[in-house]
């Protein structure tokens, strides 16, 4: 978790600035991602330092709105729009586009006089069947992640990905062994769930995933069957996959799978150091996030003359932009990094499925 | 290649035993004898010189992959691994196969890379690249720059070796014993059922020990064991075999023309005469600090001064081979005897009374600058490996100081990009000086906090290195102590370690240089 020192932003025509309560819009009085609680949010995805809780009015993409009433509970006002249709707020109108992080996910164009920002949240460029696919906006100036911004994270394709955790999953399901692979439960664990061959066997769930399967689906997003773990009958893991948060690696709610191997799927996966940190039996290399050649091309894409850099390897992404030619500034916001280590709402609540 | 880089990665992504056996039984069932030779040497930590400094594939694989120095900087600091960081950045090309035995890779490719001028190197090592898969590329970089390693233990290797020969594992240890070099014949002589026996220098394997952990009462009869102090020096076989003498250290090394006094002494000793003992500096009749013999053993070839400076000694405690005859199973006592026949310097054994008096003795073992006792059945054998049970060592207990976490860095392999190496400073009148240095000792969550407190409280980095708020203390344990003119603090410590870290405590309650001193004058 790097942090890059606070940086005075001065640009001409600041359609967004940093405030102590998070990246604001004067012009259009509202807030994107913010970490305090305020009038009005646009919040780019439900994950956790992005939609937090407490503000008065939300406004997210329509997809993406029924995991913000499960994060944010039943009474947030919450306002979704339809991808690519403009809000007007003051002088300003906004539009949301897919960002192809997990359902729902939006970058946020700002657009005030002929002049446009994009923020986009946290992005992949690798095509998901759980959510819109990724799509580059032109704009003046562009913010940007910076989760995985260093050469050495470059993903495979994914049918090469899912083909390994096929693998793996039917070599444990001929031993007799459980499966159980770890992804963040919301966005990772679902595209996990659409990714892997329903055929090799049963599929169980950690509660956290499972509510958030039921919102998937009824949003129209086609997952296999899951069944609740804690739902089934203790013994009948032999074979199946189990789909869990890495919270629950090392935790007691393992012992009921019996003999099971256990396997991660992230993109710090690429770094053998993170892999043995993780203590797992295998590591996937599978992120949410853009890899540095996702990054530079959605930069190109945009056509920006100004990025901003947040959350992740800032320095190298902000150096090597301007070693471009780009007018790139670090940002300090408190997005956090580690697409594993996000403090996540872990409360299984009893599910009917 | 292909299938070392594959039995790697098994190895690698496991932590359970049993899958990282099976694993190498079934390279060394399927591979040619020359490979399983080489995978066995590699296995065991065996290394081949760098052909080139690490830093030249450093900028070759930065020109390859595109990227300027300073970004590979930041990945590598990120990685914490050389070779794999290489192997990150390296563009995929077009074959990847991995073709190619793992002999001709070593060969015909890296040891012919030693000596070839830097342009020839470049081009070998860059051809290299483009026929590896990223995962077999960080295995080959880890072999060019000869720090390949496999979380795997020797007895590990000799047990996959014991299964694939249907041999004992005793076997398979004595075969291995020494310096023991890859090749298709070797290999077959390793694992045949009627190999031409034991070469004429071949040590046997050393018999080692366990920590006692409890009380000795529990092991019975105090006269049931053989009682001696356990020695800081260098664990050495010598052995007489005809007209020649070999000294070999545990560590698999020969020592013959490093300690020209005992092949001196050897030469007394009747031919076929294999004996085990410690080496340790001794002068003025008594044992010399170890650091005075580890400058020795650096030397190939000591001179004079250093002879009569640091004279080596043998102190000898078990006899493996007599008049040309494998002993190790008669019982230590005979053995102990046998030995007290031969012309050599003893390890002293001790005759306490009971086990109260044999406390007494091991607090006084630093006395004699060594670690503790070790405690052997009389009735013993002389074992393969370590087994619990028959041979136990019984250290002081180490040393221990209080002390403030004043600077840190970041770790490498497995602690890349956490801080986990840190420096512990002691008070100097108003002023923490850096006292001693420690990796180990936490458990990974107390890693990580301590890493977060570091990121929270740095005042300032000195490139990898960065000055913490003095806020941590911990207790920090070694093993000995000795004046150093090297150390800002005038002092040098041996194994520090973190025993724990001292939450109930504040940075002014740590000790002071001087508490530490005193320390010195206890020895």
């Not at chain 1, 913010?143 to 994270?153: D, S």
């Not at chain 1, 150096?319 to 670090?330: K, P, S, T, V």
Request: net charge neutral.
């Amino acid at each position: 978790m790097k942090h890059s020192p606070h940086v005075s932003i001065c640009i001409e025509l600041p359609l967004i600035e940093l405030r102590p309560e998070g990246l604001y819009c004067p012009s259009g009085n509202f807030y994107v991602d913010p970490w305090k609680p305020v009038e009005r949010a646009v919040v780019t995805h439900g994950h956790a330092d992005h939609a937090r809780w407490g503000s008065k009015f939300y406004l997210c993409a329509k997809p993406g709105e029924g995991i913000l009433k499960v994060r944010l509970g039943k009474d947030a006002s919450i306002q979704g729009v339809p991808y690519g249709e403009a809000v007007h707020f003051g002088e300003t109108s906004v539009t949301l586009y897919p960002a192809g992080h997990i359902l729902g996910s939006a970058q946020v164009k700002i657009e005030a006089n002929g002049y446009s920002w994009v923020v986009s949240g946290d992005y992949k460029l690798e095509p998901d069947p759980t959510c819109a696919a990724f799509e580059p906006v032109r704009c003046n100036g562009f913010v940007t992640e910076a989760t995985f911004a260093l050469p050495i994270y470059r993903w495979a394709p994914d049918s090469v990905t899912f083909g390994m955790i096929n693998d793996w999953w039917r070599e444990n399901s001929q031993q007799n062994r459980a499966s159980i692979l770890y992804g963040y439960s919301l966005g990772k664990a679902q595209r996990l769930l659409a990714g892997v061959d329903r055929s090799i066997g049963p599929i169980y769930t950690h509660g956290a995933v499972e509510r958030l399967n039921h919102v998937y689906r009824s949003e129209g997003i086609a997952l296999p069957k899951t069944t609740y773990a804690l739902a089934a009958t203790a013994g009948k893991f032999a074979g199946s996959l189990v789909v869990a948060p890495p919270s629950m690696n090392g935790s007691t709610w393992l012992r009921r799978f019996g003999d099971f191997s256990t396997a991660m799927a992230s993109g710090w996966m690429q770094v053998r150091g993170h892999r043995r940190r993780r203590a797992v039996d295998r590591g996937f290399i599978l992120s949410d996030h853009a890899d540095w050649p996702g990054l530079l091309q959605s930069v190109r894409d945009t056509g920006a003359e100004t990025v901003w850099v947040t959350h992740g390897y800032i320095d190298p992404l902000v150096r090597w932009l301007r070693e471009q030619g780009l007018a790139a500034e670090g940002l300090a916001t408190h997005f956090e990094n580690d697409e594993d280590l996000q403090s996540e709402p872990l409360d299984s609540e009893p599910i009917t499925s | 290649m292909k299938q070392f880089a594959e039995l790697y990665s098994a190895m690698d992504s496991t932590t359970k035993i049993n899958i990282k056996v099976s694993a190498m039984e079934k390279y060394l069932q399927a591979a040619p004898a020359a490979d399983a030779a080489w995978a066995v040497y590699f296995l065991r930590g065996g290394k081949l010189c760098a052909p080139f400094p690490s830093k030249m594939m450093r900028g070759w694989a930065a020109e390859i992959a595109g990227v300027p120095a300073w970004l590979f900087a930041e990945c590598y600091e990120s990685v914490g691994d050389l070779a794999e960081t290489a192997a990150l950045l390296l563009p995929d090309a077009p074959e990847q196969d991995g073709l190619g035995s793992l002999t001709e890779w070593i060969e015909s490719r890296l040891i012919p890379l030693r000596g070839m001028a830097e342009e020839d190197q470049r081009r070998l090592v860059v051809d290299s690249w483009q026929q590896l898969s990223s995962a077999q590329r960080f295995v080959w970089n880890k072999l060019m720059t000869g720090s390949f390693r496999v979380g795997v233990s020797d007895g590990l290797v000799m047990r996959a070796i014991a299964a694939v020969s249907g041999l004992k594992v005793e076997v398979i240890a004595h075969r291995l014993a020494g310096a023991w070099k890859p090749s298709g014949e070797a290999w077959i002589a390793l694992v045949s059922e009627e190999s031409s026996d034991v070469g004429q220098s071949q040590p046997y394997p050393f018999y080692l020990s366990h920590p006692l952990e409890g009380e000795p009462e529990l092991l019975g009869n105090v006269t049931d064991w053989m009682i001696e102090r356990k020695w800081d020096g260098i664990r050495a076989q010598m052995i007489r075999r005809g007209d020649d003498v070999h000294i070999w250290s545990r560590g698999g090394e020969i020592l013959t023309e490093r300690f020209v006094e005992l092949v001196e002494q050897a030469a007394h000793l009747p031919k076929g005469t294999v004996v085990d003992g410690e080496i340790v500096g001794w002068r003025d009749n008594k044992v010399l600090p170890f650091a005075d013999l580890q400058h020795r053993i650096t030397l190939k070839r000591p001179s004079r001064a250093i002879l009569d400076k640091i004279p080596a000694r043998l102190l000898a405690f078990d006899l493996l081979e007599w008049q040309g005859r494998d002993v190790r199973t008669l019982p230590l006592q005979e053995r102990r005897a046998l030995l007290e026949t031969l012309p050599l310097h003893l390890s002293e054994r001790l005759h306490p009374v009971d086990w109260q008096a044999a406390r007494q003795l091991r607090l006084g073992a630093r006395d004699f600058l060594a670690e503790g006792l070790m405690l052997k059945r009389m009735d013993s054998e002389y074992g393969v490996g370590r087994e619990k049970g028959r041979w136990w060592k019984w250290k002081v207990d180490p040393y221990s100081v209080d002390a403030v976490l004043i600077y840190a860095q970041r770790g490498h392999g497995r602690r890349a990009s956490l801080y986990t190496d840190y420096t512990f400073g002691v008070w100097d009148k108003d002023k923490l000086v850096p006292f001693a240095k420690a990796y180990s000792g936490l458990t990974d969550t107390e890693i990580r906090e301590v890493d977060s407190f570091i990121r929270s409280h740095t005042i300032e980095k000195f490139g990898p290195v960065c000055t913490v708020t003095p806020q941590l203390v911990f207790e920090i344990a070694f093993e000995g102590i000795q004046q150093s003119t090297r150390h800002k603090s005038g002092i040098a410590v041996r194994f520090p370690r973190m025993a724990r870290r001292r939450t109930d405590k504040s940075p002014a309650d740590a000790d002071t240089i001087e508490t530490v001193k005193a320390l010195l004058l206890s020895t």
